[in-house]
């Protein structure tokens, strides 16, 4: 990792660790069911700010496995139906600005990938890896539920954000990744590339004084920098038409970098895999969790 | 994964009220009544050399301001051909640059709920699918749909579109707005609808335990009392009772393995068409990722506007 990523993530666990995570949790008599409760969790992540997850637990005495859905980029992170919900604790993290976690700063999307990227100390983004650090403290931090091994999994940005959670938190058993952003990698930055990644183009063509800028700000958060210190095992998907999250090549480079990786080309465009790849997702984490 | 003979097995218990369309006559009168007000401001930052992007703002049911992206194809004087591309259930409306580099103008709408629309409704997701349920007059859809009315009417005002040529799509809840849109309003001339949402409430409901269909699950255990005026109020929302209404060329796109939107109750909606109608139908896919999906819709539309041209 090169000096100034390590600054940011340094400077990014000591502003967690200044803050108590001041977990609490409110059972949704609405949406939980016969066989898990739901619950409403907040808790606070860097800057004061209270973030908001759902947080499923199944019926009966734990441990319980747990999976840590991160958010993609977008507005709404809802309550996920996975059939892992019946086995396992569930969690759906946000970041801030997403739904729920919206009370200081509502984010926009398309919009949030260039928020205050004209300074690093205003760069929203470099926080929004502070909170999914965050989400992952948050569930051991909880009361509610015994939870034993922990996989992180999510889509796009999403699958960045688990990528991010798996370098600095050793606990993490597992982790499925599809079509990682790119962010902060230079294949992000050219042109021509579908949104969301297209945003940082557009905003370089509009504010063309701002493009090293844009370039320093979000460099410290390539996945690559960070990739070699996963050490938990990563299934991987790409497809091979993507350009607005995880170019190819760029996916592929970064398989390179993970020490244990199962890297799957898919030929789809941006979902690396959908459909016959959740199901390869669903058997894989199950094996890891021991849910059989 | 259901099969061929699922779907064809299916047989849905919705029904249409007795007074469906006096109730839809009379909400697409009340919209009338509402100035449209439109607001066309540039989106410097989305637009490039060959499109141009706009925020549009215009007026709806209730007088809710309604927000959505408008891209203008940069090169060639019009008319265009219009799609209006109508948004999933938690997704925001993308910029669809794609179509607009292609001569094609789209409207991306942001119903009420969404992000660029939620300043005076914002029952959230999950949420949406059980606010107002009490009655037809309350149901958030009754708004939801006028939004989308109000987008063709948009499109129908401008003088840089064509309005003989205006079509529509969506997937998920989108392609069920397109058809209840296009029953709604005949200026759409053809559209794709994939993996179609708000279609037969009541078996959907019961067939599988993922949001949002689980929502009404969830408000059938909360309140069983109000479970038969739920169902009751959903049945003038269902995509099935709109469907023999619709008058233009219709494609339904079916995942086989959705587990979303159960494939039987989006073949309902398919089944109920007395239009032109096709049907594609994806063995191995699951909701929203069949991977020959986007290329399908994207040729199938070009076919029915480069048709309407040479008509024309």
């Known amino acids: 990792m090169t000096t100034a990523a390590n600054r940011f993530w340094r400077q990014t666990e000591a502003v967690l660790v200044e803050l108590p995570a001041d977990v609490r949790l409110h059972r949704d008599d609405f949406y939980s069911q016969p066989d898990w409760d739901v619950f409403q969790m907040r808790y606070t992540s860097a800057d004061g700010f209270r973030l908001f997850a759902w947080l499923s637990v199944p019926l009966g005495d734990g441990p319980f496995p747990a999976v840590i859905r991160m958010p993609d980029y977008a507005s709404v992170h809802d309550i996920v139906y996975t059939p892992l919900r019946e086995r396992a604790v569930v ?168 020490p244990d990786c199962d890297l799957r080309v898919y030929h789809g ?14 058997s894989w984490l199950s094996d890891r969790l021991g849910l059989g | 994964m259901a099969t061929e003979q699922d779907l064809q097995d299916f047989t849905t218990q919705v029904t249409c009220p007795d007074d469906f369309d006096e109730f839809w ?19 410097p930052l989305r637009s490039n050399d060959d499109v141009h992007v706009f925020n549009v703002t215009y007026l709806s049911l209730g007088g809710l301001e309604i927000s959505a992206w408008y891209s203008l194809p940069a090169h060639g004087d019009g008319p265009f051909p219009a799609v209006i591309n109508f948004p999933g259930y938690k997704s925001e409306p993308p910029v669809r640059r794609d179509w607009a580099r292609r001569g094609v103008a789209v409207l991306s709408v942001a119903v009420r709920g969404k992000l660029k629309s939620s300043s005076e409704f914002n029952p959230g997701y999950p949420g949406l699918l059980t606010s107002g349920l009490e009655s037809k007059e309350t149901y958030g859809y009754r708004g939801v749909i006028s939004d989308c009315v109000r987008g063709v009417d948009f499109l129908s005002s401008r003088q840089e579109i064509d309005p003989g040529r205006i079509y529509a799509c969506g997937t998920s809840q989108g392609g069920g ?17 994939g993996y179609p949402f708000l279609c037969c409430y009541p078996e959907a409901m019961a067939m599988f335990r993922s949001y949002p269909y689980d929502e009404l699950a969830c408000y059938a255990r909360a309140y069983p009392d109000q479970e038969e005026r739920m169902l009751d109020t959903l049945r003038y929302f269902d995509a099935v009772n709109f469907a023999p209404r619709i008058k233009c060329p219709m494609v339904v796109g079916i995942a086989l393995d959705d ?54």
């Open chain 1, 91 to 258: 969690m759906n993290p946000t970041f801030r600005g997403q739904r729920e976690s919206d009370q200081a700063f509502q984010a926009e999307f398309p919009g949030l990938l260039t928020e205050g990227i004209e300074d690093p100390g205003s760069y929203v983004m470099r926080r929004v890896f502070a909170d999914a650090l965050r989400g992952f403290d948050a569930l051991l931090a909880q009361g509610q539920a015994e939870v034993g091994e922990v996989a992180v999994i999510g889509t796009g940005l999403g699958g960045t954000l688990a990528l991010a959670v798996a370098a600095h938190r050793a606990a993490v058993k597992a982790v499925a990744a599809n079509t990682p952003m790119a962010l902060g990698n230079p294949a992000s930055l050219v042109p021509g590339l579908a949104y969301p990644l297209a945003e940082l183009d557009d905003y370089m063509r509009l504010y063309s004084d701002q493009k090293e800028a844009v370039k320093k700000n979000t460099a410290d958060l390539d996945p690559l920098k960070t990739a070699g210190k996963i050490t938990s095992p990563v299934l991987l998907s790409v497809g091979i038409y993507d350009t607005g999250s995880c170019p190819l090549a760029f996916g592929e480079k970064l398989a390179a970098k993970i």
């Open chain 1, 269 to 282: 465009a941006g979902e690396g895999g959908g459909h016959e790849h959740a199901q390869i997702q669903l």
């Open chain 2, 25 to 43: 006559a009379g909400t697409l009168e009340m919209l009338s009544g509402i100035s449209l007000n439109p607001v066309v401001a540039a989106e």
């Open chain 2, 177 to 193: 707005l397109t058809l209840i849109t296009s029953a709604l309003r005949p200026e759409i001339k053809a559209g794709v609808s």
């Open chain 2, 259 to 312: 587990e979303v939107c159960p494939p039987e109750t989006s073949y309902a909606a398919y089944q109920a068409l007395t239009s032109h109608r096709e049907l594609w139908l994806f063995p191995n896919s699951g909701h929203g990722n069949a991977h020959e999906y986007p290329s399908q819709e994207r040729a199938w539309l070009e076919s029915q506007i480069e048709r309407s041209a040479v008509a024309s």
